[in-house]
């Protein structure tokens, strides 16, 4: 089992930082004992680095049925409440020690929504049914970011039965700026800090970046690996590249995620890990760490448009030392089924469009993308 520690609140603490140090004593003209030194020294290296590592599986967009509007037939919600929704991921969702997804939506039981939604059909409000928290949980979630801008569909009653929801299910989630900004994880031995941000008013703010840096600092104090959530960027096959400047979509901003992205890494950042525009975009190694600006959508069977680039659904499964450090990943094709979830696409277009965004997006980054998704550097 999984198992998951929250801590409500950030605690400062001071974490000093061993280093030994050995000296050779081989000959220098023995040109092969000291080759065969320096090999086994790095051997070691790798082997430490190995044993030390954390493996993580992220994936974008989780909005899996809604009981808003309310219809006498229920057609927003699956038929067999939700059970095979995630069956094709499974398997990768819990063999990682972490598992991460962004919940876009409430959930809560029948409530009022906070928007003027005078004609429900054109009112993109999600109200998902609390039991979709056993679904995440016997997919293998271990955190839920909430930092979106759906988390005030039903008002600040919808966002507390959201975090209790996912409390009551042993889900840690992040995001609120009252309620829960930040949230850890104890794995192996090591705690693993998450932070959630969005353009959003009740959360921590992606435009404030100084605030987002400060925030992330003080995480990284208490953590061994920081994990950035960040949901912001234009909405739309549009806007699949990272434009690296405030990003303006119907007159909202909605942030310079490339400045926020390398400030929260510059903070104490491991790992960035995006959503929001609906789509995939490129990624990038930034000293050492990996950024994700954004993994789209991978589980919204109903209300949203899942044809073409938005029902592209990638799951990143990556893995990093100790500290945090970039070791390698792999990118996994998955395409959303309207009223079914996401399934294994065997073209892997997920992977394909991903290379080819970041590619042309960050060029100078070190990160390599096989053509069959691997991540290499």
Request: charged share 20%; hydrophobic share 40%.
């Amino acid at each position: 089992m999984k198992k998951v520690l929250l801590f409500p609140a950030i605690f400062a603490a001071a974490m000093t930082v061993m280093a030994a140090c050995s000296e050779g004593t081989g000959k220098a003209s023995d040109a092969a004992e000291a080759d065969s030194e320096t090999t086994t020294v790095a051997d070691s290296a790798a082997v430490r680095a190995k044993a030390d590592s954390m493996t993580f599986a992220f994936v974008g967009d989780i909005m899996p049925g809604t009981t808003f509007p309310d219809t006498p037939k229920g057609a927003y919600l699956p038929s067999d409440s939700g059970k095979t929704l995630f069956a094709d991921c499974r398997e990768l969702l819990l063999k990682a020690d972490v598992a991460a997804g962004n919940c876009e939506g409430v959930l809560m039981e029948p409530g009022s929504p906070s928007k003027d939604c005078h004609n429900p059909k054109l009112c993109f409000t999600f109200r998902i049914p609390p039991y979709m928290t056993g679904r995440f949980t016997d997919a293998g979630f271990d955190f839920m970011n909430m930092a979106n801008n759906h988390s005030e569909d039903f008002f600040s009653a919808g966002t507390k039965s959201t975090f209790a929801r996912l409390t009551e299910a042993g889900i840690a989630s992040a995001g609120i700026e009252e309620l829960n900004p930040t949230a850890v994880i104890e794995r192996n031995g090591r705690k693993i800090g998450f932070a959630g941000f969005s353009t959003g008013g009740t959360t921590p703010s992606v435009i404030d970046i100084e605030e987002a840096r400060r925030i992330v600092g003080e995480l990284a104090k208490t953590c061994d690996i920081v994990v950035v959530a960040v949901h912001a960027g234009a909405e739309g096959t549009a806007y699949q590249h990272v434009p690296r400047k405030m990003e303006i979509f119907h007159g909202w901003q909605r942030g310079d995620v490339y400045k926020f992205a390398h400030a929260v890494i510059d903070a104490g950042a491991d790992i960035v890990w995006g959503h929001g525009p609906h789509v995939v975009r490129g990624a990038e190694l930034y000293k050492d760490r990996l950024v994700m600006y954004s993994l789209g959508n991978f589980c919204t069977p109903f209300r949203m448009n899942v044809t073409g680039s938005t029902g592209v659904a990638p799951l990143i499964t990556m893995t990093t030392d100790g500290e945090g450090r970039f070791l390698g990943g792999q990118i996994h094709s998955f395409r959303q089924v309207k009223r079914v979830g996401p399934r294994h696409d065997p073209s892997g277009n997920a992977a394909t469009q991903i290379k080819s965004l970041s590619e042309a997006d960050f060029p100078e980054s070190p990160l390599r993308i096989t053509s069959t998704g691997a991540l290499t550097r």
